[in-house]
């Protein structure tokens, strides 16, 4: 992302902590249907970038495992994150209401 530094890791950290609280099912799905780990039961964010997310998935007996999910096409700007999530948990739940 272009923005200066300062603000850009205030947006990730505000970013991350607002996944964390109120969208684990959502990160939880999009490990479930693009990287098919069926086993994921909670997931939170770690970090992200212009090109990926990076999360962390947990299993019912404990596992822990992080993922890299590539996004379509990177994100230039830091507005671009939000709608690009939006896309990405409506996809995954497409891809999981087949897989049912």
Excluded at 20 to 30: A, L, T
Aim: proline share 4%; hydrophobic share 40%; aromatic share 8%.
């Amino acid at each position: 992302m272009t923005e200066n530094t300062e603000f850009q890791q205030k947006f990730v950290n505000y970013a991350i902590t607002h996944m964390n609280e109120d969208h684990r099912p959502d990160m939880r799905d999009m490990i479930k249907a693009f990287l098919k780990e069926d086993w994921v039961t909670d997931a939170e964010m770690l970090d992200f970038d212009r090109e990926q997310i990076k999360l962390k998935g947990f299993g019912e007996k404990g596992e822990e495992k992080i993922f890299m999910l590539p996004y379509d096409a990177p994100i230039d700007k830091a507005q671009e994150l939000r709608p690009k999530l939006v896309q990405m948990v409506r996809q995954a739940r497409e891809i999981l209401q087949k897989d049912v």
